[in-house]
């Protein structure tokens, strides 16, 4: 005959060594351990295009800012333009162009700019080749890049 005690105690069921029941612990900490898991889980990871924008962003940012640097080398000026847009087939010849460009190889900036670009054109031309969908080829649009527009404020009396 069993008893009403049999294996009725958690202690019958887990060691003493083992962690008790999920259902034990409180839903507080249930979820925090569930926001902690969706957070350090990406949502998506980066797409080419994605990161392809980003970086050409990166570089035509910078390369503004060491135009724009009084700090840096008079050869700076001398640089090809470098304005990207990844939606022009021409963005390929102006990479190339510029990553092999002879001057201002003294200055760590510029390498660190030129090794961007060569990253840039390598994931365009090989990781992402299928990926992407040029829009135009005009190269002339990227010598003179399109000025965002300037917002007119209107202040009448």
């Given at each position: 005959m069993l008893s009403s005690t049999y294996l009725t105690r958690a202690s019958d069921f887990f060691p003493p060594s083992l962690p008790p029941p999920l259902d034990k612990l409180p839903?507080?900490?249930?979820?925090l351990l569930l926001v902690a898991l969706l957070s350090a889980a990406s949502a998506a990871p980066p797409t080419c295009y994605s990161r392809v924008l980003s970086l050409?962003?990166?570089?035509?940012?910078?390369?503004?800012?060491l135009q724009t640097s009084t700090a840096v080398d008079s050869c700076v000026g001398t640089l090809p333009r470098l304005y990207l847009d990844i939606h022009n087939y021409c963005v390929l010849a102006k990479l190339r162009d510029f990553v092999a460009y002879p001057g201002c190889d003294r200055v760590p900036e510029v390498n660190e700019l030129k090794e961007k670009a060569r990253s840039l054109y390598t994931i365009l031309i090989s990781y992402c080749r299928r990926d992407l969908v040029f829009l135009t080829?005009?190269?002339?649009?990227?010598?003179?890049?399109?000025?965002?527009?300037?917002?007119?404020?209107?202040?009448?009396?």
């Open positions: 839903t507080m900490k249930m979820l050409s962003k990166e570089i035509t940012e910078a390369f503004r800012e080829d005009d190269c002339n649009a990227l010598e003179i890049p399109i000025s965002p527009p300037i917002e007119h404020s209107i202040t009448e009396s």
